[in-house]
């Protein structure tokens, strides 16, 4: 009996002991962790502040995704023997000049996407990558401050495909107006005045006109996550149909130095393009909603 409750005594003791400890180290963990946000919210402050200073900044982050697959006699679908493959790539790029009284802001961005589908089993199938999304977009915003918010500015922008009839439709925006940045890393421009220049074959379909543009950009890093999302709208004089807008989205998480998940999405409204693909005339188009993503690892410089 006596042994017993010696036992007794000394399992309580030992788990006092242990919760006394978890309660201690939790307890100095939420002290170190409390530094440690402190000490981050004091590093991005500095930042913030060089960031401010005069000169050029520049960056770039991108995302890398692919799969490769074999089959030989799943026989559940429709092409037992296959193999097939799917490559993305993506580019995000900025070189931007600030001064005290001008700044001068320049983006590249670029999705790229093949895939590959060999059937084994006949040789009337390509045995090449084709490529799929083609996205390529290129911009230019000079602007001279009235003050730390506003600015005169002029903006030029070009955007096209690469891999598949290239500038073929190609669009150019040339124009005129204004510039806010309410906050460090959104910009805002506005437009009245912007000609947006249509190159293509199809003449009959796509055609140039005058109207105003708005683009919103927002770009950031915090930590470890990079990412930037990118609104470019046109809204034609001439007639509605000739409008268009793009929402490209890229988002960037590192896990182990440069290297990390990436994530890119976007979304596009054309009925030029629309009709062009349908092979009629404009106000006869369907003009559906445009989509892509990817998924992969991503790299940033």
Do not use: C
Not at 190 to 196: A, G, R
């Amino acid at each position: 009996m006596k042994k017993l409750l010696l036992l007794s005594v000394f399992f309580i003791g030992m788990v006092s002991m242990n919760a006394q400890t978890k309660e201690e180290l939790v307890s100095q963990k939420a002290e170190k962790q409390a530094a440690a946000d402190a000490a981050q919210g004091e590093a991005d402050a500095l930042q913030a502040q060089i960031d401010a200073l005069p000169g050029w900044k520049k960056g770039m982050f991108g995302t890398i995704g692919g799969s490769l697959s074999n089959f030989n006699n799943w026989y559940s679908q429709g092409a037992p023997n296959n193999t097939s493959g799917n490559i993305g790539v993506s580019i995000n790029a900025f070189a931007n000049l600030q001064q005290e009284k001008f700044f001068w802001r320049n983006a590249l961005t670029s999705n790229l996407n093949w895939v590959k589908l060999d059937n084994k089993d006949t040789n009337l199938d390509s045995e090449d990558f084709n490529p799929t999304t083609d996205v390529f977009n290129i911009s230019s915003l000079y602007g001279r401050k009235l003050s730390e918010k506003f600015a005169v500015s002029g903006l030029g922008e070009y955007r096209t495909t690469l891999l598949d009839n290239f500038n073929d439709p190609g669009y150019l925006d040339l124009g005129v107006g204004g510039t806010w940045t309410p906050m460090e890393n959104l910009v805002v421009v506005v437009q009245p005045l912007n000609y947006n220049f249509v190159f293509a074959k199809n003449d009959a379909v796509f055609q140039s006109s005058l109207g105003a543009k708005i683009v919103a950009d927002y770009t950031r890093q915090i930590g470890a996550i990079s990412f930037k999302s990118n609104l470019s709208t046109f809204q034609s004089y001439k007639d509605g149909d000739l409008s268009n807008v793009t929402w490209t989205n890229s988002f960037s998480y590192t896990l182990w130095k440069m290297i990390g998940v990436g994530f890119d999405f976007g979304l596009r409204s054309n009925k030029q393009e629309a009709a062009n693909f349908q092979n009629v005339m404009l106000p006869a188009a369907d003009n559906k909603l445009q989509a892509y993503w990817l998924l992969g690892l991503s790299y940033n410089l």
